[in-house]
């Protein structure tokens, strides 16, 4: 079935650095969208992207929708210690219409 | 708040158990799913219902067994489950095939002892 590839699996930096994370998948996705989850709670939606090729902005965040409809990065700049959780991508539609998420990327941020 | 409500936050139960998971939203929307989250796996999808309908049901086993009397109701109920059944349960609603729109609960945290 329909697989997303997230990495890194973890990340561990250093409070004002910038991080990225990216998310493949072997098939195309009509959808991208991302997802942060704070310990003891349930995901929340960061960015959805719509069209292949689309940058979307959410403050400090930037996400874009790969080219071939296959990919999804998001960036986050100049880290704060409450960005730390896990980041989850997902993808919808493709073979089976429904939502795929990724493995996810687990984010530690130091003071 | 999310406006997905999910009791109990927390449950612990013995194998020969039966419980319930419940989840409530009064977000208006008329599609809920039923998440498992296990350690180091992706998010599982386990079911989904539609206008109160169950339109997936992702090979589950029986020991698991969803209810869904209105479109802001859902429920999990639980018996005879395995170790292994241990997981955050989550649950989130959306629009029908809106999938920018699902709002998820913070989740039940389940030991199966």
């Known amino acids: 079935g329909q697989q997303l590839n997230q990495s890194p699996q973890s990340m561990f930096i250093q409070e004002g650095e910038d991080v990225s994370m990216n998310c493949t998948s072997s098939?195309?996705?009509?959808?991208w969208l991302w997802y942060k989850q704070d310990p003891g709670e349930g995901p929340v939606l960061l960015i959805a992207?719509?069209?292949?090729?689309e940058l979307t902005s959410n403050g400090r965040l930037t996400a874009q929708f790969g080219i071939t409809r296959k990919d999804s990065f998001l960036n986050i700049s100049a880290s704060i210690p409450s960005d730390v959780g896990i980041y989850f991508c997902a993808g919808y539609g493709g073979a089976t219409n429904k939502l795929i998420f990724g493995t996810g990327t687990l984010l530690a941020v130091q003071p | 708040e999310t406006g997905v409500t999910q009791t109990p936050r927390h449950l612990v139960m013995g194998m020969t158990n039966k419980k319930s998971l419940k989840c409530e939203q009064h977000l208006g929307h008329n599609a809920m799913y039923w998440y498992k989250q296990s350690a180091k796996k992706p998010l599982e999808l386990m079911f989904v219902?539609?206008?109160?309908?169950?339109?997936e049901n992702n090979s589950v086993p029986s020991r698991f067994s969803p209810e869904c009397p209105n479109s802001s109701h859902l429920f999990l109920h639980l018996h005879t489950l395995q170790p292994e059944d241990s997981a955050l349960y989550l649950c989130?609603?959306?629009?029908?095939?809106?999938?920018?729109?699902?709002?998820f609960g913070s989740g039940t945290r389940l030991t199966v002892v």
């Open positions: 098939s195309i996705f009509n959808t």
């Open positions: 992207l719509y069209k292949a090729g």
């Open positions: 219902y539609n206008f109160k309908e169950q339109t």
């Open positions: 989130a609603s959306s629009q029908p095939g809106q999938p920018y729109g699902y709002t």
